[in-house]
């Protein structure tokens, strides 16, 4: 029975589902810009599990390096985005360092499409075909290229940004976000070095990175739902505060009102509105808020919003 296929594709599948779940948040919120970088990086992960499978089962050599450079591709995206939700998320990790990690793995990006066959290998000479979960997988035999140097030392340097990264979270005191997100990315990372040096010594019939960037994805997937969760919880607990306090005013006969300045329209409670003389679908804005005023206090009043407003500029 061949176990590749049915894997891979669940791999795929579930990087595809998250990837949609997180874009979808992040078009409702769009201020929630991890969201929308995690759905990127999640796509990444369906494309390295897809072009994997074709990796795979590659029958030429010039197969094998054109689906490999590709695969660069989908795993730049997906390296830089990482950088970026461990600095959005954590709130920590030194920028300079973020910035030279996304940097070298573009000049890597840069070099893989420049090349041929690709910033893995210089020449790909051969295939073998051996059995392997089974199939019968295509295995490269070339020489390595002088750019997996830069590979190299750009993954070197991204496990170091986790980890400084989640030390940092952690002696913040932001424990739980430092283990669930920087000791799953660091693991994967170093798996991935392996798999990828074990894919040059003929080993393995490739990276293997479609399941090791999948438990990247399924870590942010978790802690990123962990903060939906929360952030859902505090609106439940908002709203109910709003209604406790509402309740309390329409007892006291309270009317509680809030201006947004930018927009100039006053929101306002029942009790607020009957007094401003405003229905409930009506817009009130801070003229018409004035106009409730005792004409005695009006003038003063617009004096000391007037006041208040040149020295929120200043």
Request: charged share 20%; glycine share 6%; net charge positive.
């Amino acid at each position: 029975m061949s176990w590749i296929i049915p894997i891979w594709s669940i791999a795929a599948g579930v990087c595809l589902c998250l990837a949609a779940l997180h874009f979808l948040v992040w078009l409702r919120s769009r201020a929630s810009l991890v969201n929308l970088i995690f759905s990127l990086a999640a796509m990444a992960g369906c494309a390295i599990a897809l072009q994997e499978m074709v990796l795979m089962h590659a029958q030429t050599p010039a197969e094998y390096g054109e689906v490999l450079r590709w695969m660069h591709v989908s795993v730049a995206v997906i390296i830089i985005a990482i950088v970026w939700i461990v600095r959005l998320h954590l709130r920590a990790g030194r920028v300079w360092l973020a910035w030279l990690v996304s940097g070298l793995r573009i000049v890597v990006l840069l070099a893989n499409l420049l090349t041929s066959p690709n910033a893995t290998f210089r020449e790909i000479t051969d295939l073998r075909f051996v059995p392997w979960l089974g199939e019968v997988v295509s295995i490269p035999v070339g020489e390595p290229s002088p750019w997996r140097i830069f590979i190299h030392v750009s993954t070197g340097l991204l496990l170091i940004y986790v980890l400084d990264a989640g030390v940092t979270a952690w002696r913040r005191g932001d424990r739980r976000r430092a283990v669930l997100l920087s000791g799953p990315i660091a693991a994967a990372i170093l798996l991935s070095v392996l798999f990828s040096q074990l894919m040059v010594w003929k080993v393995v019939p490739g990276p293997l990175i479609g399941l090791v960037f999948l438990l990247i994805v399924m870590a942010m997937a978790i802690e990123l739902s962990m903060d939906l969760i929360r952030a859902r919880q505090n609106a439940l607990d908002l709203r109910k505060s709003e209604e406790r306090l509402g309740l309390a005013a329409s007892a006291a006969e309270l009317g509680l009102w809030e201006w947004d300045v930018a927009r100039d329209e006053i929101w306002a409670t029942d009790v607020g509105r009957k007094r401003v003389g405003a229905g409930d679908s009506d817009r009130i804005d801070f003229n018409r808020f004035l106009q409730s005023v005792h004409p005695d206090d009006r003038e003063p009043t617009q004096k000391l919003v007037q006041r208040s407003d040149r020295k929120s500029v200043v």
